[in-house]
């Protein structure tokens, strides 16, 4: 397949591409049965294979846009991997000249094995919408687009360019899906005000949202795999430097190394936002000015009182971590000593950690004669700010229900892209389900209810119109986080 444009107006063949007329859900208004049938595309990275989904979202789009006014483009990388584009520009007289991108990826982790439901049936069970991709990401997707078609109805004028983005390849690292729009199609995105994309993390207590967390963040990723190679032998002879023993050193080495205890603008901003949902001691450290914050920290971790304040999962807002998620020696009897040994290696590093010298310091520790490969890097990215008029229309929109406030995640998507770029990015998902449906992700059996898809479906359109029509404007800069007005 041949880089570039496949088609600019899609109308013309998609006329000819009967197909598409014929696939199910095309013709039913429903996101529901939009959702079902997008979940049947098996889109599973590698290879991806995102075209046939893709086609199904463009012609979606054309078939609900009878003005024409969206413009329609698959965009093919050199790799044969498809997104998706679609502008539905301005109309206002005093449109603001930028445009809202809104992001979710069409590929999906292999489904593997042990599923209840058939992992690309799109079946509706139980009061529930199975295959993968359920919520990462094509539940997302279809709340994205049906939030735009909805704008076509309206009697107000729109103020910004809304741009839907179906990228392909974000689950190995998004080198061929935004990486590559934005490297090779940069024009399309040279007026982008901010990204809404996935990686929203919303608390829960049971069925109860507590708050809203918004994506503004996220750390490194670096992954490596270390090889020790050498003399194997007999199981019974004396052989201290067998590739597995110095593996197994080596690793250990690795483990051993300190990382510092560093608060960052990321987790300060993360922390400080929490604080005031978390009266008492959390408010008293984290409500406070960075340095305040990492000195009272150092203080108490002096004095074993750290735990008091941290809650499950904080520690890695605040320290590079190190996890040795595989080894490998082969599969042989007991009795014999392998000549090679393997290890995967996954470090999460903060946003401003310094992944070259990392990486010194790691293969410092395994010493000479371990092998360390990158397999990914994904490079740091600026926090994205909380002052923006898109961050506070999401406060004051999403505020009615439950205080907002920003996070940061352990993981990496798109959002990295357009950070880097100087674009606000914020991962935000309009979905609240409890944590026994949110499970699914990456697992067996991933599914979402569809009464709390058609909620999210709705205040994603909710969002969408604030941000884009005319006569909703901002709340004043002065508003405070979290309080939201009507
Ligand atoms: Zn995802």
Redesign the pocket.
């Given at each position: 397949m041949t880089a570039g444009i496949v088609s600019g107006r899609l109308r013309r063949w998609l006329a000819a591409a009967a197909l598409f007329v014929a696939a199910p859900g095309l013709a039913a208004a429903s996101p529901v049965a939009w959702l079902q049938t997008y979940l049947s595309f098996d889109t599973s990275t590698p290879p991806g294979g995102e075209l046939p989904a893709v086609r199904y979202l463009a012609a979606l789009i054309e078939r609900h846009d009878p003005r024409g006014e969206i413009d329609v483009r698959i965009l093919v990388s050199p790799d044969g991997r498809a997104n998706l584009y679609a502008r539905l520009p301005a109309n206002a007289v005093e449109a603001a000249g930028h445009s809202l991108v809104l992001l979710h990826?069409v590929d999906v982790v292999p489904a593997g094995e042990g599923w209840r439901r058939a992992p690309f049936g799109g079946e509706l069970h139980r009061g529930r919408i199975w295959g993968r991709g359920a919520l990462?990401?094509k539940s997302l997707g279809i709340a994205h687009l049906e939030a735009m078609l909805h704008l076509l109805d309206s009697e107000l004028p729109r103020r910004r360019d809304l741009v839907f983005l179906a990228s392909a390849d974000?689950?190995a690292g998004g080198e061929s899906g935004v990486g590559w729009l934005l490297e090779e199609h940069g024009e399309l995105f040279e007026d982008a005000e901010a990204v809404l994309n996935?990686a929203g993390v919303n608390r829960m207590a049971g069925d109860r949202l507590l708050w809203w967390g918004i994506e503004t963040a996220q750390k490194q990723v670096l992954w490596l795999r270390v090889t020790a190679a050498g003399r194997g032998g007999h199981g019974s002879g004396f052989n201290p430097a067998s590739p597995t023993h110095r593996l197994l050193r080596a690793l250990n080495r690795v483990l051993d190394l300190e990382h510092a205890w560093r608060v960052t603008p990321a987790s300060h901003q993360a922390y400080r936002a929490l604080a005031a949902l978390r009266p008492g001691e959390f408010a008293d450290v984290f409500d406070r000015p960075l340095e305040v914050v990492q000195a009272e920290l150092d203080r108490r971790r002096r004095e074993g009182r750290l735990d008091r304040i941290l809650l499950p999962g904080m520690s890695a807002s605040f320290r590079d971590t190190v996890q040795i998620t595989r080894i490998d020696n082969g599969a042989g009897p007991v009795n014999v000593a392998p000549g090679e040994a393997t290890a995967l290696v996954d470090a999460r590093l903060l946003p401003d950690t310094d992944v070259e010298g990392f990486r010194r310091r790691v293969e410092t520790a395994l010493g000479s004669g371990i092998h360390a490969e990158e397999l990914l890097r994904s490079g740091g990215s600026p926090v994205s700010s909380t002052s923006s008029d898109v961050y506070r229309t999401l406060e004051r929109v999403l505020g009615v229900r439950a205080p907002v406030g920003p996070t940061m995640i352990a993981g990496t998507?798109d959002s990295r892209f357009f950070r880097r770029l100087g674009v606000d990015a914020y991962g935000f998902s309009p979905f609240t389900l409890s944590a026994d449906d949110a499970g699914g992700i990456h697992g067996v059996d991933e599914r979402i209810p569809v009464e709390g898809f058609l909620r999210g479906c709705e205040m994603m359109k909710r969002v969408v119109a604030a941000l884009v029509l005319a006569d909703r404007e901002p709340a004043p800069a002065s508003a405070a986080a979290g309080q939201g007005e009507p």
């Open positions: 990826h990462d990401a974000e689950e996935e998507t």
